[in-house]
């Protein structure tokens, strides 16, 4: 499902027009964006948590030549599904 097909659902869902989906979907998007640039997790109940990991810099090949390569230190999102969340999936 890409962007466009998740404003769709959300507005047959809700019975919003698919202008008004897209701006309530990008407003959350930006939300979630917004704290976890700050450094805070965003915790949907039900659904999952995002946070921002710090990754240390180590030592890794290029895949094509094999040969070493430094990746450096850099943070990361990280993403924890929720419990109901996976359930619904098993």
Known sequence: MNKSQLVKC????TGLSQATAG?????????????????EK???VG???????ERSAREGRNP???????IPAHK??????G???TDSIN
């Open 76 to 81: 990361a999102v990280k993403f924890k599904a």
């Open 83 to 85: 419990t109901k969340f």
């Open 64 to 70: 094509g030549t094999g040969k070493k390569i430094k």
């Open 47 to 53: 659904f999952g948590t995002f946070s921002v990991t």
């Open 10 to 13: 959300i507005s047959e869902d």
């Open 23 to 39: 701006k309530v979907l990008q407003s959350v998007l930006n939300a979630i964006t917004e704290t976890i640039q700050s450094g």
């Open 42 to 44: 965003v915790l949907l």
